[in-house]
């Protein structure tokens, strides 16, 4: 496979970077078809208690966001080149999926930058999600408290979220330029009506060079709530590598106004680290910590509590990874999300089902990861 094709097939996935398959090529050094995914599943046992609520519990097998793609590209000379992308959820747990419901579009090369257009995750995510959080998705993920929850929504759908994978998105993917490179994004209006045109912008700027990551990312929702809302989020992240240990921290401000007249206001962080023991064995673990939000909002707002109340959450995450290969590995993990009385954080992608505010959801899981 050629280095230009695994270098954009690491950019469109953000990060996980799943080994690619070529195959088919059509001979002349400039076409190629390839397949590419990674299937994670895992066994859990889930546990939601306190908030004066009857505990609930169960025991599962979890799909963890499991992908499978293909991925077109045509070398056009001059530094210039087409790709498209097709990239579907695959529910390994229950057999179904969504046909492309995820990253799925078309991209323009030139030396200039790159211009993207179809479905595809915000700016915003990439700030932290995969290059901070060590478990990236599933119960054990940060997500559950950054970015107040994941959506796969257009303009003014789950109008919460700031952890979006969005339709509809129009992207410049500028250079790395000594180790910066820059992201924008604007998603088209099409949800316009005759009293509200809501819309999103997002952007991300990132230093990524030898063991330093950096980056600030920002998103804005406009008419989200209501004509005229305007909500907003600013993310700064930051790793260094140690040798075989990297430090990974992040922070995020959430900006909201739910309804005319009221704002909402809440802060978050994220540290982690991760630690590699030889080749097979690496240990992660992740502390998260979300404020109690502030302002004059009177509801709840996607995870986060009342202002004025106790509506803080931590929650920490502990896991263990054996590679048995460069593609397979084997790992555990557990994770606990400690929420204040009217905060109603809840495990991430594979939530308990009839949680409550205030009740403090758990998971563990041993569970399988195989790329291809």
């Known amino acids: ?5 695994q270098s954009l097939l690491a950019v469109a996935l953000g990060g996980l970077a799943p080994f690619a398959v070529q195959a088919q090529a059509n001979g002349n050094g400039g076409n190629s078809l390839n397949i590419y995914g990674f299937l994670k599943v895992d066994v859990e046992h889930v546990r939601a208690a306190g908030g004066g609520a009857p505990a609930l519990s169960q025991n599962r097998l979890s799909n963890n966001l499991s992908v499978l793609g293909f991925r077109v590209r045509e070398d056009l000379g001059g530094g210039m080149a087409v790709w498209a992308q097709i990239e579907t959820n695959v529910r390994v747990d229950t057999g179904d999926g969504p046909w492309g419901g995820r990253n799925t579009g078309i991209g323009l090369v030139t030396p200039a930058g790159q211009l993207v257009l179809g479905q595809w995750e915000a700016p915003l995510r990439f700030t932290s999600v ?9 119960i054990f993920a940060s997500n559950s408290i950054m970015g107040n929850g994941f959506a796969t929504a257009t303009n003014a759908q789950s109008p919460a979220s700031f952890d979006r994978r969005q339709p509809n998105l129009v992207q410049y993917w500028s250079p790395n330029l000594g180790g910066w490179a820059l992201r924008l994004a604007y998603a088209m209006p099409e949800e316009k009506t005759a009293t509200s045109s809501p819309d999103m912008f997002g952007s991300l700027v990132t230093y990524n060079n030898g063991p330093l990551y950096a980056t ?5 929702h406009r008419s989200y709530f209501y004509a005229g809302s305007r909500d907003e989020a600013h993310r700064l992240a930051a790793a260094y590598s140690f040798g075989p240990t990297r430090l990974r921290a992040s922070w995020e401000r959430l900006s909201y106004q739910p309804a005319a007249g009221q704002s909402l206001k809440r802060n978050a962080w994220q540290l982690a680290v991760t630690h590699d023991l030889g080749e097979q064995h690496q240990l992660q673990a992740s502390y998260v910590r979300a404020g109690s939000a502030s302002g004059n909002a009177t509801k709840q707002l996607g995870g986060i509590g009342i202002p004025g109340t106790d509506s803080g959450a931590s929650q920490v995450s502990l896991g263990y990874t054996y590679r048995l290969s460069k593609r397979t590995d084997l790992w555990g993990a557990y994770t606990r999300i400690a929420n204040g009385a009217t905060a109603a954080y809840n495990l991430s992608a594979n939530s308990i089902p009839g949680m409550k505010p205030g009740q403090s959801p758990s998971g563990v899981g041993l569970g399988i990861t195989h790329r291809f």
Do not use: L
């Open 1 to 5: 496979m050629k280095r230009a094709t």
């Open 130 to 138: 995969y290059a901070i959080d060590p478990f990236t998705a599933g």
């Open 216 to 220: 600030w990312g920002y998103e804005q």
